[in-house]
């Protein structure tokens, strides 16, 4: 099969996000996938060094400001009231609890600081707790990143005005897979609140997790929702499901990792111009194969013992790995 022919559209990707002309086809995307993983790789490698530094990689430290009791059902999610975890519910942080984690993410090297919370949509009461948190963050001299649930255009107004710089909303998989892994929100609902965070001029942090017991056409309808977002999401964060007991995911047939390096790299030359983050399930990924989705194209992680109730690679795993692949934090 002539792959070229179909996949060549890239050339003419713009630079940066600010303005998306290429559409993607679900097609086009499963005949990336489809290519030897070499030439897959040689053409990731290719875009990524056209648009980044091929050795920098930025790093952001996650917090779960809130934690568990989640009225969602999210299939993967350890946080839902409805599946039976043993994450133990904890109600919101205070912002000097949040701060003194800042500190200490800022003081590691980090450059971004994420707060999560297992909300729906947060209440106008909870958005004033968070804007209290991302005023001090904010005061640290880190980027601020949030992520809340579903937002109303009013309430990301109110979040750029505080100084959000991202606001973090996923949409997770593709439209056909959603149904099965959740029931208590569209797509649309989703595509919604993207629609709000862009409108209100922040940053757009989107993307998925694979390794759900999805087909590549799945992951492909993921990555053609994602690069034909316009603008597409500056930050792409590819999560691989960190199998949690309890949850309804829990027990799927893991994914192949080599299928999840080229996950990472079909984002990469789909969203040339946009950060495609390491993200969940790193753990479970060897130095080797790190080092593998950073040739593909991944250019930051989440940095820190934690991600929001599952654990991450250690800050010395990590530093030892970018001294031994020559990376530098950005
Ligand atoms: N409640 C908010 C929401 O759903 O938008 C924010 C937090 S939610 C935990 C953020 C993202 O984490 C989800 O969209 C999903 O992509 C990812 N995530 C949650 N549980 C995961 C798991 N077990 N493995 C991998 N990714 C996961
Ligand atoms: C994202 O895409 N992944 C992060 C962040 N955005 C908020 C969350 C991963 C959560 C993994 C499961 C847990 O730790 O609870
Ligand atoms: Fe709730 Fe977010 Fe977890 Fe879904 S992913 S159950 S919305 S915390």
Redesign the pocket.
């Known amino acids: 099969m002539d792959t070229h022919s179909t996949v060549s559209r890239t050339q003419n990707a713009q630079p940066s996000p600010s303005k998306n002309t290429t559409v993607w086809s679900v097609e086009a995307v499963e005949a990336l996938f489809a290519l030897p993983f070499n030439d897959l790789i040689w053409r990731a490698q290719s875009v990524h060094r056209a648009h980044f530094d091929p050795n920098g990689v930025q790093l952001s430290t996650?917090l779960s400001v809130k934690t568990g009791g989640c009225p969602e059902d999210c299939g993967y999610?350890?946080?839902s009231i409805r599946h039976p975890t043993a994450v133990a519910n904890q109600a919101i942080l205070s912002t000097e609890e949040v701060l003194v984690a800042a500190r200490a993410a800022k003081d590691s090297g980090a450059s971004r600081f994420?707060m999560?919370a297992a909300w729906r949509s947060p209440k106008e009461r909870d958005l004033d707790a968070v804007i209290h948190m991302i005023e001090g963050v904010r005061a640290l001299g880190l980027e601020t990143c949030a992520?809340l649930g579903m937002l109303k255009p009013a309430q990301a107004e109110r979040l750029k005005q505080a100084g959000l710089d991202y606001y973090?909303h996923?949409l997770d998989t593709s439209r056909e897979f959603y149904g099965d892994v959740i029931h208590t929100r569209d797509y649309q609902d989703r595509l919604d609140t993207l629609q709000a965070v862009r409108h209100a001029g922040m940053h757009v942090c989107c993307?998925g997790i694979v390794g759900m017991g999805e087909t590549r056409q799945v992951r492909a309808g993921l990555l053609t929702e994602l690069a034909n977002l316009d603008p597409a999401p500056e930050s792409v964060?590819i999560?691989l499901l960190?199998q949690v007991e309890g949850t309804p995911l829990h027990g799927t047939e893991p994914l192949d990792p080599f299928e999840f390096v080229r996950t990472i790299a079909c984002a990469r030359i789909t969203m040339p111009a946009s950060r495609v983050r390491l993200?969940?399930g790193r753990e479970s990924l060897s130095d080797e194969m790190q080092a593998l989705c950073f040739l593909a194209g991944a250019n930051s992680i989440?940095y820190g013992e934690?991600?929001?109730?599952?654990g991450n690679p250690d800050v010395e795993r990590d530093r030892r790995l970018f001294e031994r692949l020559g990376l530098h934090a950005e």
Do not use: D, I, K
Request: glycine letters at 10%; aromatic letters at 4%.
């Open positions: 996650l999610c350890p946080q994420c999560g992520t973090n996923n993307g964060p999560n960190v993200s969940a989440f934690r991600l929001l109730t599952t």
